[in-house]
């Protein structure tokens, strides 16, 4: 029993292979050096439009990166935007009733975070108990329950006009309005989000690539053998989702002042922004994370290129929704595995043979 | 017959699916160390008393004891941590996952991590069980379930389910679909699973390559224990004859 020296040698040579390619191939190398560009953006690009486009790019990114962490368990939300609207309200609402200084805003991050977490573990429990397409109906219905509470309590939330932006003191991008604020322009903005994405991906990378996301891969692959395998498969499932709410939360709360000037139930649950993390996850590959925030940047900057061209054929901007399904459905007919899930495949598989 | 340890005990074990009894009053033991056949013609409730057994089905009434505990309807993952593992009849792998790490998951149970030998990587344990099975190839480090033949699969099924090191360990229909020679690795493996000190039941329609490893046979028709006994003693059992041939078999057989 136990690992021979020469199994242990081939995996070493794998790894090392791996690297190599990975480093050393000309076509790849873009894969790796993409982040690094990243934090070069504003210095290269001096165009405060441009710069909001990747703002955004980041938190839709983030938002991406959260469903498909859930989906490593193999459950798809249609509700998710729930968790994001919750970590923007729990910002928006904390900061209107409670004298937060402009200096601590950020500490409305993580509590914005945690209160997603919590309504996860809420809904979760009771929900995560079905399986299958259940689930997945049950978590649609997530984001008009939390519609229906925003407008119930009305004289609190604000109902569906919603709490504008001008009563929250850290919210304003304006310099005149805010200049105390230390995101008061759109390059700290933008540095403020890149460095939040990689933190939350790097942590949610390590935690899908444990043992912890194995079980999770293998609830999504065969939740009975697991079961029968001795895996407690709602408690690891009730994990997975609380995290994946946790960073949903997170990206909301970043919404709340850096990018929107009003939470209302239309802005923080609108569908499009759970339908374009979807996108994004299947078009970079899904349940691989880093597939997700790529393809968040090739979403954004399709958008990006049809708000462009718009200014030329406006039709084009009505048809915005369209032009980005059919990139999906293209993409998702050629390379039903995703743009980045594809290279990986393709290395692997080149590295496989190279060993023999 | 020695008087063995009992493992598993079924007492008057019913489960009804609407007005059908898929099994009916079954009354079954075995003893440590014991490989059981469970045989009966389609339908004869083989699987889903296996169900029963392992926690996916509830049964309607009676109950189930496993080294005098009772586990009737425990949850499946209770009942694997208790020391009851089973494969399935139709092979269930973690298909977009590297055969080493579906058994890194199944080491992953409670009862894998109270049983196994903390001292050694969780990745050299799974290489073990590769070993023991006889599939310990470099390949199966890299590469996906998905690309595996049928009786690899087959094999990793058992391999997963040995990962907790079980007491009683269910076979659903081990020889299905396998090619001859695979039927004999099978046997093989199985065989040497019970010099290993292993409990086995093992649920199967094909006779032949069953009965020359079993000790004792149960079968199984209309979900009610018609008969038990040896091999041997089995098929020259009338009623089982009948079962399998119907009531004119016996000029037959």
């Known amino acids: 029993m136990g690992f021979p020296a020469r199994i242990k040698k081939s995996l ?71 968790f994001f609207a919750m970590g923007c309200y729990t910002v928006a609402m904390v900061s209107l009733y409670y004298n937060i200084s402009i200096g601590q805003w950020w500490i409305l991050l993580p509590l914005g975070a945690l209160m997603a977490f919590l309504l996860g573990f809420a809904l979760g429990i009771p929900c995560l108990r079905w399986r299958g397409p259940y689930l997945i109906l049950a978590t649609a219905v997530f984001p008009s329950l939390f519609e229906a509470f925003i407008t ?79 895996i407690d498969t709602t408690r690891n499932k009730v994990y997975c989702f609380v995290l994946s709410c946790l960073f949903a939360g997170l990206a909301g709360a970043f919404y709340v002042g850096n990018v929107s000037s009003t939470i209302s139930p239309a802005a923080s649950l609108r569908p499009g922004l759970q339908t374009d993390a979807m996108t994004a996850s299947i078009l970079g590959g899904v349940s691989s994370i880093v597939g997700a925030v790529g393809g968040a940047y090739i979403l954004t900057f399709i958008s990006y290129a049809i708000s462009i061209l718009g200014d030329w054929f406006p039709i084009l901007l009505q048809l915005r929704n369209v ?32 060993l023999g | 017959m020695i008087r063995m340890e009992t493992v598993l005990e079924c007492k008057n074990v019913t489960k009804y699916f609407g007005g059908l009894a898929a099994v009916n009053d079954v009354n079954l033991e075995v003893g440590k160390g014991e490989i059981v056949g469970l045989i009966g013609p389609n339908g004869a409730g083989k699987t889903t008393l296996f169900h029963l057994i392992s926690g996916f089905e509830k049964p309607t009434s009676g109950t189930i004891n496993f080294k005098g505990g009772d586990i009737t309807g425990l949850k499946p993952f209770k009942i694997a941590n208790k020391g009851v593992t089973r494969t399935f009849q139709l092979v269930r792998p973690f298909y977009l996952m590297t055969p080493i790490n579906s058994l890194v998951v199944a080491l992953l149970s409670d009862r894998a991590k109270r049983m196994g030998d903390q001292s050694k990587d969780i990745q050299d344990r799974a290489w073990g069980l590769l070993e023991l099975v006889g ?33 009683l360990l269910l076979l659903d229909e081990p020889f299905a679909g396998l090619a001859p020679e695979e039927v004999t690795r099978m046997q093989l493996l199985i065989q040497k699973l019970q010099k290993e000190g292993n409990t086995i039941i093992a649920v199967e329609h094909i006779l032949r ?19 038990e006994g040896t091999p041997k003693q089995i098929a020259e059992d009338r009623q089982v004859i009948e079962a399998y041939l119907g009531a004119r078999g016996l000029a037959l057989a």
């Open chain 1, 12 to 82: 070493v040579e794998f790894k090392e292979a791996t690297k190599r390619e990975l480093i050393g191939n000309r076509v790849r190398r873009p894969v790796l050096i993409f982040p690094a560009f990243l934090f070069l953006v504003p210095l290269i690009f001096r165009d405060e439009v441009l710069l909001r486009w990747f703002v955004e790019a980041n938190y839709v990114a983030l938002f991406a990166a959260s469903w498909d962490l859930l989906v490593f368990s193999g459950y798809i939300s249609f509700g998710h935007q729930s």
């Open chain 1, 152 to 230: 119930m309590g009305k004289e609190t939330t604000g109902g569906t006009e919603g709490i504008p932006g001008k009563l929250f003191p850290g919210r304003s991008l304006d310099p005149v309005v805010n200049t105390s604020n230390f995101l008061y322009n759109q390059t700290m903005v933008y540095y403020f989000s890149l460095v939040l994405l990689l933190l939350a991906v790097i942590f949610m990378v390590i935690i899908a690539y444990s043992k912890r996301g194995l079980v999770w891969q293998a609830i999504r692959e065969n939740e009975p053998a697991a079961d029968a395998a001795g």
């Open chain 1, 323 to 354: 032009i980005k399904g059919a990139i999906l459905g293209i993409v998702f007919f050629i390379i039903p595995e995703g743009i980045f899930r594809r290279i990986y495949y393709h290395i692997r598989f080149e590295i496989l043979r190279e």
């Open chain 2, 135 to 167: 599939m310990a190839e470099p390949i199966n480090m890299v590469r996906l379930c998905n690309t595996l033949p049928y009786g690899d699969l087959k094999r990793l099924e058992i391999a997963r389910a040995l990962a907790s090191k079980p007491e």
């Open chain 2, 209 to 227: 390559p069953l009965m020359k490893i079993v000790n004792r046979v149960i079968v199984l028709h209309h979900g009610q224990k018609i008969s």
